[in-house]
């Protein structure tokens, strides 16, 4: 399947160096011992095997046993709860390599709100301490895209300046073109780091030895340029060369100049809209392993993953050969996914990035054997909320605006929605047990066991589709209760709060239609962000300003062993207000942005 202009130049790329096909990708455990003392390559645990010019071990840290939330921000991989390009909204992102030692291969991908489909992904190399930066606008299309005047490199080359549009591809084929345009201008984004570019010099490049590779030499920054940044340069083929090769052995990734991953990436956000003067920002997710991950580079090419392969590198039910429909039967009798996946899908956050999720292969088989649904079940316990609050503010009197953002960037993995399976007598509902696709993360409960048998957090009763036509998979809150400033709650005999859209006579309760959802404040129209792919709007049951709470508790019967009960949430409130006495010819429009606050 043709992803987009990015994918398709990588072909002629990959003709025009005269690479081959290789063996399937890999996932990679570094084996190298790090030492506690020496000079700094020997402090990385670089270890140099004599029969080769450059290191053949991947180390640097101990290796990772766990992956949880990082509370310094700094992490392995960075999540963006959300991105707007609606009504002349531009989403600003800023990637920042705090580690000054090593470079990082980073994968950056962007998925839609609806239903979490990849929409843009590419990949991105960074000096030690660079910073990355892009913006997302509305193309004059109505598809968004993305453009950057950084000079660091990506792969492929996005160019100073150059926009490139989001594929519309991945989007349900049902929808019609303007629809479709709509769809990739919200969503959430996942950054990951991939490998380190070690600034060691151990290699030999050409006739000079004991230099740095050939690919830090690339990526690394000369006068504010890296020198791969430059189109038709040495540099950019040899950057090439090195990204779109299947690495399948710690020796020759090693020896091309990646070694394990080690974090200290750093993120930040913001929106802008800059005929309404208004911005809202706040700082990535970060999730850290406790140690070096796996290395988890993967080509960015147009090519095919093996299905006897897929399994071992994603828990994504669409991807997956052994996807279970809602009824709890086998997708495919055959082992077919529902959809093919492309080496550019990987990494994805459920790649096995510990050493105990992945066991290398053993001749005469080529591709090890790894476990992507328990990755999946970690971040997701660890992204696992009972209760979401925080405030809201509607005051007429300065014009006062709020949106609350909810997004759950690990629930793809464990449910997704299967476009393929919608037609003209079976459409996206509730009845059509093949379009929600479960990966079944923990073996033992299908997905349309009752709740009270249930052992993870998704599964058939409680993820109802959308009834308003759009396919959009949906989670309910328990409940929800909302505060005015003077300790005010409706009390029983007052109307609770009302959501639209809804149906008449089903009781209230805030539903996540959407992997990236908002929820408006009794504003129907634009509201704060104009935000139309997975939006509800409370309509009446609050107050003119306050706070409130989202019970997600989602209690399940039999929690397996790792699960936290919850739902993975994060997000913020966004509140637009204006002062109403601002002097002729300033601006009087102020953005806020509050986290939301949890327990778990």
Same mark, same amino acid.
């Given at each position: 399947?043709?992803?987009?202009?990015?994918?398709?130049?990588?072909?002629?790329?990959?003709?025009?160096?005269?690479?081959?096909?290789?063996?399937?990708?890999?996932?990679?455990?570094?084996?190298?011992?790090?030492?506690?003392?020496?000079?700094?390559?020997?402090?990385?645990?670089?270890?140099?095997?004599?029969?080769?010019?450059?290191?053949?071990?991947?180390?640097?840290?101990?290796?990772?046993?766990?992956?949880?939330?990082?509370?310094?921000? =700094?992490?392995?991989?960075?999540?963006?709860?959300? %991105?707007?390009?609606?009504?002349?909204?531009?989403?600003?992102?800023?990637?920042?390599?705090?580690?000054?030692?090593?470079?990082?291969?980073?994968?950056?991908?962007?998925?839609?709100?609806?239903?979490?489909?990849?929409?843009?992904?590419?990949? =991105?190399?960074?000096?030690?301490?660079?910073?990355?930066?892009?913006?997302?606008?509305?193309?004059?299309?109505?598809?968004?895209?993305?453009?950057?005047?950084?000079?660091?490199?990506?792969?492929?080359?996005?160019?100073?300046?150059?926009?490139? @549009?989001?594929?519309?591809?991945?989007?349900?084929?049902?929808?019609?073109?303007?629809?479709?345009?709509?769809?990739?201008?919200?969503?959430?984004?996942?950054?990951?780091?991939?490998?380190?570019?070690?600034?060691?010099?151990?290699?030999?490049?050409?006739?000079?030895?004991?230099?740095?590779?050939?690919?830090?030499?690339?990526?690394?920054?000369?006068?504010?340029?890296?020198?791969?940044?430059?189109?038709?340069?040495?540099?950019?083929?040899?950057?090439?060369?090195?990204?779109?090769?299947?690495?399948?052995?710690?020796?020759?990734?090693?020896?091309?100049?990646?070694?394990?991953?080690?974090?200290?990436?750093?993120?930040?956000?913001?929106?802008?809209?800059?005929?309404?003067?208004?911005?809202?920002?706040?700082?990535?997710?970060?999730?850290?392993?406790?140690?070096?991950?796996?290395?988890?580079?993967?080509?960015?090419?147009?090519?095919?993953?093996?299905?006897?392969?897929?399994?071992?590198?994603? #828990?994504?039910?669409?991807?997956?050969?052994?996807?279970?429909?809602?009824?709890?039967?086998?997708?495919?009798?055959?082992?077919?996914?529902?959809?093919?996946?492309?080496?550019?899908?990987?990494?994805?956050?459920?790649?096995? %990035?510990?050493?105990?999720?992945?066991?290398?292969?053993?001749?005469?088989?080529?591709?090890?054997?790894?476990?992507?649904?328990?990755?999946?079940?970690?971040?997701?316990?660890?992204?696992?909320?009972?209760?979401?609050?925080?405030?809201?503010?509607?005051?007429?009197?300065?014009?006062?605006?709020?949106?609350?953002?909810?997004?759950?960037?690990?629930?793809?993995?464990?449910?997704?929605?299967?476009?393929?399976?919608?037609?003209?007598?079976?459409? @996206?509902?509730?009845?059509?047990?093949?379009?929600?696709?479960?990966?079944?993360?923990?073996?033992?409960?299908?997905?349309?066991?009752?709740?009270?048998?249930?052992?993870?957090?998704?599964?058939?009763?409680?993820?109802?589709?959308?009834?308003?036509?759009?396919?959009?998979?949906?989670?309910?809150?328990? #409940?929800?209760?909302?505060?005015?400033?003077?300790?005010?709650?409706?009390?029983?005999?007052?109307?609770?709060?009302?959501?639209?859209?809804?149906?008449?006579?089903?009781?209230?309760?805030?539903?996540?239609?959407?992997?990236?959802?908002?929820?408006?404040?009794?504003?129907?129209?634009?509201?704060?962000?104009?935000?139309?792919?997975?939006?509800?709007?409370?309509?009446?049951?609050?107050?003119?300003?306050?706070?409130?709470?989202?019970?997600?508790?989602?209690?399940?019967?039999?929690?397996?062993?790792?699960?936290?009960?919850?739902?993975?949430?994060?997000? #913020?409130?966004?509140?637009?207000?204006?002062?109403?006495?601002?002097?002729?010819?300033?601006?009087?429009?102020?953005?806020?942005?509050?986290?939301?606050?949890?327990?778990?």
């Amino acid at each position: 399947m043709k992803k987009n202009v990015l994918a398709l130049s990588i072909a002629a790329m990959i003709g025009g160096l005269g690479f081959a096909g290789a063996a399937s990708a890999d996932v990679i455990v570094g084996t190298g011992v790090a030492a506690a003392t020496g000079s700094v390559n020997v402090r990385q645990g670089l270890s140099i095997d004599a029969t080769t010019p450059a290191n053949s071990k991947m180390s640097g840290q101990a290796l990772g046993a766990n992956l949880s939330l990082s509370e310094g921000g =700094v992490g392995h991989m960075l999540l963006v709860p959300y %991105y707007s390009a609606q009504n002349g909204n531009m989403t600003v992102l800023h990637v920042v390599n705090t580690d000054t030692l090593n470079g990082k291969a980073v994968k950056v991908r962007f998925r839609g709100a609806a239903n979490s489909d990849d929409v843009m992904d590419f990949q =991105v190399f960074m000096s030690p301490g660079d910073v990355w930066t892009a913006a997302v606008t509305a193309g004059a299309d109505g598809v968004a895209q993305i453009q950057s005047a950084d000079n660091t490199c990506t792969v492929p080359a996005l160019g100073n300046n150059t926009p490139q @549009a989001f594929a519309t591809n991945r989007l349900d084929p049902n929808k019609s073109d303007e629809e479709k345009a709509n769809g990739t201008r919200e969503g959430y984004v996942e950054i990951f780091n991939m490998a380190d570019i070690p600034s060691d010099k151990l290699y030999t490049v050409g006739a000079t030895a004991n230099t740095n590779s050939a690919l830090y030499t690339a990526i690394k920054h000369v006068s504010g340029v890296a020198p791969c940044s430059v189109a038709g340069s040495p540099a950019e083929a040899t950057l090439f060369g090195v990204a779109l090769t299947n690495y399948t052995t710690e020796a020759n990734a090693a020896n091309a100049g990646f070694n394990t991953p080690t974090g200290g990436l750093m993120g930040d956000w913001y929106i802008i809209n800059v005929p309404e003067t208004t911005t809202f920002s706040g700082a990535s997710t970060a999730v850290v392993a406790d140690g070096r991950g796996n290395f988890v580079h993967f080509p960015q090419i147009d090519t095919g993953v093996p299905a006897t392969a897929i399994n071992n590198f994603t #828990a994504d039910p669409l991807l997956r050969t052994d996807a279970l429909k809602t009824d709890g039967t086998a997708n495919s009798a055959t082992g077919v996914p529902a959809l093919a996946a492309g080496y550019y899908d990987l990494p994805d956050m459920s790649t096995p %990035y510990l050493a105990a999720d992945w066991a290398a292969p053993v001749p005469p088989a080529t591709v090890g054997t790894g476990n992507p649904k328990a990755q999946a079940l970690k971040l997701t316990s660890a992204l696992a909320v009972t209760s979401v609050t925080n405030q809201y503010a509607n005051d007429e009197s300065i014009t006062a605006k709020t949106d609350w953002v909810f997004s759950m960037p690990t629930r793809r993995y464990s449910v997704a929605a299967n476009y393929a399976a919608v037609s003209g007598t079976t459409p @996206a509902n509730d009845a059509n047990t093949a379009y929600r696709l479960f990966s079944n993360l923990v073996a033992g409960v299908l997905p349309n066991a009752a709740a009270t048998a249930q052992d993870e957090w998704f599964f058939a009763a409680n993820t109802p589709v959308s009834t308003d036509g759009k396919g959009n998979i949906c989670v309910k809150a328990d #409940a929800q209760k909302f505060w005015d400033r003077e300790e005010t709650s409706p009390g029983e005999s007052t109307p609770g709060p009302v959501f639209s859209p809804r149906t008449p006579g089903v009781a209230a309760v805030v539903s996540l239609c959407g992997e990236a959802s908002v929820l408006a404040f009794k504003d129907l129209g634009n509201s704060v962000l104009a935000s139309s792919v997975a939006r509800s709007t409370i309509t009446s049951g609050t107050y003119t300003n306050g706070w409130g709470v989202v019970t997600t508790a989602n209690d399940i019967g039999a929690p397996a062993v790792g699960v936290v009960e919850g739902l993975p949430l994060m997000g #913020a409130s966004f509140i637009k207000l204006t002062n109403p006495q601002v002097a002729a010819g300033l601006s009087g429009t102020y953005g806020i942005t509050w986290p939301h606050r949890f327990t778990r």
